[in-house]
């Protein structure tokens, strides 16, 4: 991107601030910061705060040793105020508090970023500061991806799918090998093929584990007559693809076709629910109904999907009660699923971006039942 755009998406928050009546926001490392400047910077033992005032140029708190990685990304304007390790990073704080008139105002934070370290030194910096939490308002910044930003993440989709196809052809995911082994082979297709890292670590659970949705591999040895859910993703310049897949180790029960009938069903309608202008919960009612009327209702334990950007979870979510409109560039994943204590579990998820008269799934891999 080009610098152009990350001053106009700075001037877009500094807008929505205006509206919010907040003086300045404070933002941490991560998916937002990254998105306002392009820094991937990372959160350590020494604070880095990046700090927009509504008015006037932003101001990046940062260790002394990050200041010429961080110059080449942000705006020529932005102030630094960097700390060396013998000194401590108070003074800093107290340095850009003054500088930007911190105290006694209004102050934005990212609830799910900020740490209490940060916190309590802008409060000992800024006294009569007030923190209001970003979360209602901030996203509606990210949530509506462009061009590049949806082409970025078709290539993470592409990325993942090849990773996992590679460990299909070489014969990788088999019975007698574990759920460590394959989630290991995993990681490392996904890097072979272009990822720039973990979107999040792999799920490879089978068995009684996959009734789990969110388990985590095991040691032990996957079993002939056992369910296999695998959910990964790729990230691609900084966008991330999340995608999972039910196998079945040699033959299924009559019963394991069944619930993934019922699962492909919701997935399937789903997807053709996601339309401009339909509230989220739409889509997941629609995924939840398919479930019902299979007659596995009470399996089917977790939202229908979440937001999907820089973030592997963001707005929207889709679950009951979000009554948000949903429009076009809103990308986000549909994946129900049933999960039976005695059996194990099946799940099917999808990409998804809305257009302007529908939506279009980004992931492309089969959805039938693999059998291994």
């Known amino acids: 991107m080009s610098g152009h755009e990350y001053t ?3 001037e877009s928050l500094q807008r929505l601030q205006a509206a919010n009546s ?3 926001t404070a933002l ?10 392009g820094l991937p910077a990372h959160t350590s033992e020494r604070p880095t705060v990046a700090f927009v005032p509504t008015e006037g140029a932003m101001a990046v708190l940062l260790p002394e040793l990050e ?3 961080a110059r080449t990304y942000l705006p020529d304007e932005t102030r630094l105020f960097t700390y060396r390790d013998e000194e401590g990073h108070e003074g800093a704080f107290q340095q850009v508090a003054d500088a930007l008139e911190l105290g006694g105002k209004a102050l934005g934070i990212e609830y799910l970023a900020m740490r209490a370290l940060e916190m309590r030194r802008i409060e000992q910096a800024a006294p009569g500061c007030r923190f209001l939490a970003v979360e209602p308002w901030l996203p509606q910044l990210r949530m509506h991806k462009d061009d590049t930003e949806i082409a970025h993440m078709r290539e993470a989709v592409a990325i993942a799918e090849r990773a996992i196809q590679s460990l299909l052809d070489e014969g990788a995911i088999r019975a007698g090998r574990t759920e460590l082994q394959v989630a290991a082979d995993l990681k490392i297709a996904l890097l072979r093929e272009g990822s720039e890292g973990d979107a999040f670590s792999p799920i490879v659970v089978a068995g009684t584990n996959s009734a789990s949705p969110h388990a985590s591999p095991s040691g032990r040895s996957m079993e002939d007559g056992e369910l296999l859910i695998i959910d990964w993703g790729a990230v691609y310049r900084g966008y991330r693809s ?3 897949r039910t196998f079945v180790l040699g033959a299924p029960t009559s019963e394991m076709k069944r619930i993934h009938d019922a699962v492909l069903a919701a997935n399937q309608v789903g997807r053709l629910k996601a339309s401009p202008g339909l509230p989220a919960q739409e ?3 629609a995924a939840r109904r398919a479930i019902t009327l299979a007659g596995y209702g009470e399996y089917f334990i977790h939202r229908t999907g979440h937001g999907l950007g820089l973030e592997t979870h963001e707005p929207p979510y889709i679950v009951e009660g979000n009554q948000e ?11 129900p699923g049933i999960y039976l204590p005695e059996l194990g579990g099946v799940r099917i998820e999808d990409d998804v971006v809305v257009t302007e008269d529908g939506s279009q799934t980004l992931t492309s891999l089969p ?3 693999i059998h291994l």
């Open 8 to 10: 106009s998406r700075i």
């Open 22 to 24: 907040i003086h300045c």
């Open 28 to 37: 941490m490392p991560g998916a937002n910061l990254l998105y306002l400047t």
């Open 67 to 69: 200041a010429p990685g």
């Open 242 to 244: 999340d995608i999972t």
């Open 283 to 285: 889509v997941d009612r």
């Open 325 to 335: 409109l949903l429009s076009p560039g809103m990308t986000f994943t549909v994946e």
């Open 367 to 369: 959805r039938d039942l």
